[in-house]
DNA sequence: CGAAAATTTGACATGACTCAACTGGAGTGG
DNA sequence: CCACTCCAGTTGAGTCATGTCAAATTTTCG
């Protein structure tokens, strides 16, 4: 819960007792690697603060294959979004990558924070508005970038992550397939 | 001004005197077809509010192609938010596809009305929720799917933009070149 | 240790790009 | 209102980036 705390004082201000009514809303809960916070199709009445561990937010193409859209670690969020807000099946299905620790609020209980406490909702704010840039970027990045230079690009900015996740959930991520991001990791280096 | 009004008491609820204020912080500004609302390296002191007309934010890639990430139209938001919110200088630019009435508004006036009034806090939160889905969405678009799947979904999502936005522009926003489109467009539909 | 999964490698296929030439309309100036 | 230019769109040939499939190799983990 500690590290849900910090992450909300790190971005509004919020008085002690607000705070420990946020903290009473969220539970928390284990999954083991490869276990499924949501499925497609799914019912999405909770979003996830990600306390330890590491999930990735997926969409399955007709074909079968799947396709990464997010990868939340430490100190973010998951969750699918459209289904959460306007009560929909699950569009994204949503699966440990390892070991994970998550405190998980329902839809009832995050309206609640939103609706009666305004540092709550700034909040939610900031982090809807933090990951509007983030996907403005990565678009613009899909379409200017060739496959090399998006995986140059996530070398560059995500270190942590390489040590972390699978090359075949890297390469989803990038829009690649795996053989081919293999090809790329073994061409030198221009 | 009326369009913002009602944008603003679709999403929200706000009483009277508040709207006032708030309209009291907007400024009417007119752009004729191809002018700039922004340009790459400028300073981004202010987002808009299409009320009539069209405008297209793009980046440019280092081989000077550019690429088009948001088409905005009448009753959506424009405006380069990484620039906005970091003080830092615009990634993209933005121009206007016809001749376009907008209502900006200023940092510091998005800043006050922000701080000052939940309803607005609850209004800017809800802008940002419905472009991250949307964004999700776009994305999970590209990893799935081909250029002409692409394409076939935005003939059926926005048929209306295919009429006003030029091929090049609905090219470059689906990530392809225009010949290519040109070609999609005349093969026989399977 | 052994099975299953991840990664690599290589041959081949194809979607999408480049470049260049051509066509046709929209805007402009005389 | 015509002639002219210019830009958007089309077409086609050749090429390159990336995908597919299948097999070999390495790593992971029970």
């Given at each position: 819960?500690?590290?849900?705390?910090?992450?909300?004082?790190?971005?509004?201000?919020?008085?002690?007792?607000?705070?420990?009514?946020?903290?009473?809303?969220?539970?928390?809960?284990?999954?083991?690697?490869?276990?499924?916070?949501?499925?497609?199709?799914?019912?999405?009445?909770?979003?996830?603060?990600?306390?330890?561990?590491?999930?990735?937010?997926?969409?399955?193409?007709?074909?079968?294959?799947?396709?990464?859209?997010?990868?939340?670690?430490?100190?973010?969020?998951?969750?699918?979004?459209?289904?959460f807000i306007h009560?929909?099946?699950?569009?994204?299905?949503?699966?440990?990558?390892?070991?994970?620790?998550?405190?998980?609020?329902?839809?009832?209980?995050?309206?609640?924070?939103?609706?009666?406490?305004?540092?709550?909702?700034?909040?939610?704010?900031?982090?809807?508005?933090?990951?509007?840039?983030?996907?403005?970027?990565?678009?613009?990045?899909?379409?200017?970038?060739?496959?090399?230079?998006?995986?140059?690009?996530?070398?560059?900015?995500?270190?942590?992550?390489?040590?972390?996740?699978?090359?075949?959930?890297?390469?989803?991520?990038?829009?690649?397939?795996?053989?081919?991001?293999?090809?790329?990791?073994?061409?030198?280096?221009?």
């Amino acid at each position: 819960m500690e590290k849900l705390v910090q992450h909300i004082k790190s971005q509004v201000s919020i008085s002690a007792e607000t705070m420990k009514i946020v903290q009473s809303r969220f539970t928390e809960k284990h999954y083991k690697k490869k276990e499924y916070l949501l499925r497609f199709g799914g019912s999405s009445t909770e979003v996830f603060f990600v306390s330890t561990g590491c999930v990735r937010t997926y969409i399955t193409g007709f074909n079968g294959v799947e396709h990464n859209v997010v990868f939340s670690v430490e100190n973010w969020w998951a969750g699918d979004l459209q289904g959460f807000i306007h009560k929909a099946p699950a569009t994204y299905s949503i699966q440990a990558l390892e070991n994970t620790t998550v405190l998980s609020i329902s839809q009832e209980n995050w309206t609640f924070l939103v609706n009666e406490f305004p540092a709550f909702l700034a909040y939610s704010r900031i982090l809807f508005r933090n990951s509007v840039i983030a996907l403005e970027s990565r678009i613009a990045q899909h379409l200017s970038f060739t496959a090399k230079e998006r995986y140059q690009y996530f070398l560059n900015h995500y270190p942590n992550l390489i040590q972390r996740i699978a090359q075949k959930h890297i390469a989803s991520y990038l829009g690649i397939t795996p053989e081919f991001l293999s090809m790329l990791r073994n061409q030198k280096m221009e």
